[in-house]
């Protein structure tokens, strides 16, 4: 295997430096370096050619705990990185603590499809000399924040690609393992911008047990402010929903993410992907591409995400929000305690009107300020009470351009494909219409979602898929754990696929609603 010296820097997790043989960052092999800038023919094609390279399937958790006192950490192994996206040649370092001291390794993929595989092995850590580093204490507003010594600072090699990466954490001692996770961007133009929805990952990672922005102490659904969470720590066993310990440390990733980046890479589409804190930070990044993609479960929005997008939806660039209950949360975001801008957040209000059913289930919402705006306005519809809920994604437009190829007439539906969080309400703005519409159920209730399509101001447009789940419609990569609340998507469906295709198709053409 090539060794690439230069850009690792290795540090004992005792603090000692240490130089060892086995430190050195490896590539997997076949991955040769391809030259950056080398016209953009090949950099519109750069997804393409990363997925040509050698994959393996080595990225999956093959033995993992939790904890049972805790519910969600797994004290064996686990770790997280000093930031949470990147550029090639900018630093990143890993934060390790094996409980008890084991001696531990760091295996680096990133994530794609590889002939279906669905990772690539990119460098290879260590072996460390582990220790159990501290637990940090409860700060004010119950923040959790991590001061933990790194084993492990690389420089971003430069011919690494634009995707999410995840770090592999073994440790010698009983062969457990979890991950580390960081997302690599870059800056240059691509159709699409795939952004991760890592501020509400980090909401409802409850690591080390029941410190998510969800817990006041008192109430373990919590929906009000004054709770800080912090970016410095690892990311726990996934809190809700459905029950997938092998995707400890990932945060929501592999729940309904991966899918749709599984599926765009396997197509070849001209995609980067970004953080939520990129969208925050860098809002001319943003239009570097013709489309912007919210997956998943897109919840938690600071002001200058918000606005940051609304200004490149007004510049001309077009959103495909894949996602449910986006937008719903405000969030303010603060410096950590040594000074790393955007690592701690906070829950401020809410957007959207007061509904007086969901303040009843939530009475610390009383002590929002109300004065966020309204998410509508952002993504044709938002969400509304009763939140939560399951559906039929039903056609109620059928000679509309986003059903093209599909078949569909009015009233049929892809069975289960909404949940288990979804958009209602729509937006009166121009030439907005609704797609698809139909009834939710879920023990709080009844609900009305909408699927819905709005004209922007260049040429360009906006979908609003209206469900967390869309991207279960589209693949099942490997490992994949279907959700089932309410009701149950069914998978990979030609419909949903052709959407989603008529969808990219059109942002990428340039072409308006």
């Not at 489309?291 to 606005?307: I, K």
Request: hydrophobic letters at 35%; a positive charge; glycine letters at 12%.
């Amino acid at each position: 295997m090539l060794r690439r010296r230069a850009v690792l820097k290795s540090i004992a997790c005792a603090g000692v430096a240490a130089a060892l043989p086995g430190l050195e960052p490896q590539r997997a092999p076949g991955a040769a370096a391809r030259p950056e800038g080398a016209g953009a023919g090949l950099q519109a094609d750069r997804i393409r050619r990363e997925n040509e390279r050698p994959g393996t399937r080595d990225w999956m958790l093959s033995r993992t705990r939790i904890d049972p006192a805790t519910r969600y950490r797994c004290p064996w192994i686990e770790g997280y990185a000093s930031r949470t996206s990147v550029r090639a040649g900018e630093p990143v370092s890993f934060h390790v603590s094996t409980r008890p001291a084991s001696r531990f390794t760091i295996d680096i993929y990133r994530m794609g499809h590889y002939g279906g595989a669905g990772g690539r092995h990119v460098l290879s850590l260590g072996p460390f000399q582990g220790k159990a580093q501290v637990d940090p204490p409860v700060g004010g507003r119950r923040l959790r924040e991590c001061a933990w010594e790194p084993c492990a600072e690389i420089k971003v090699p430069a011919d690494w690609t634009s995707g999410v990466h995840l770090g592999k954490l073994t440790a010698e001692l009983e062969g457990l393992q979890s991950y580390a996770i960081f997302i690599l961007r870059d800056d240059r133009a691509a159709d699409f911008i795939f952004q991760c929805s890592d501020t509400t990952w980090q909401a409802y990672n409850r690591w080390p047990s029941q410190f998510a922005l969800y817990d006041d102490g008192k109430k373990e659904w919590y929906w009000g402010p004054e709770v800080d969470v912090s970016f410095d720590r690892p990311y726990g066993k996934y809190c809700q929903i459905l029950d997938a310990p092998l995707s400890t440390g990932s945060g929501e990733w592999f729940l309904w993410e991966f899918p749709l980046a599984f599926w765009m890479e396997s197509r070849g589409y001209d995609v980067t992907y970004i953080s939520n804190l990129d969208t925050h930070a860098d809002p001319a990044g943003l239009r570097r591409a013709k489309g912007f993609l919210s997956v998943g479960h897109d919840e938690y929005y600071s002001g200058d995400m918000f606005r940051n997008l609304q200004g490149a939806i007004a510049d001309g660039v077009s959103v495909a929000f894949l996602s449910g209950n986006t937008c719903c949360g405000l969030i303010g975001l603060k410096p950590s305690a040594r000074g790393v801008p955007d690592r701690v957040f906070s829950r401020l209000d809410r957007f959207g009107p007061k509904h007086p059913e969901e303040v009843k289930d939530f009475p610390e919402m009383q002590r929002f300020p109300w004065t966020a705006p309204n998410a509508s306005s952002l993504l044709g519809a938002r969400s509304v009470f009763p939140v939560t809920g399951g559906a039929d994604w039903t056609c109620a437009l059928p000679g509309h351009w986003i059903f093209d190829g599909t078949g569909m007439k009015k009233g049929d539906g892809i069975p289960g494909l909404v949940g288990w969080e979804w958009h209602g309400d729509p937006a009166r703005i121009p030439g907005l219409v609704v797609v698809a519409t139909g009834e939710t159920t879920s023990p709080r209730g009844k609900g009305t979602y909408a699927a819905t399509v709005y004209p922007g101001p260049r040429g360009n447009f906006v979908f609003n898929a209206s469900s967390c789940w869309w991207a279960d419609g589209l693949s099942e990569p490997p490992g994949y754990v279907r959700p089932k609340v309410y009701t149950e998507p069914r998978g990979p469906d030609g419909r949903a696929r052709r959407i989603t295709e008529n969808v990219l198709e059109r942002i990428r053409r340039g072409l308006g609603a």
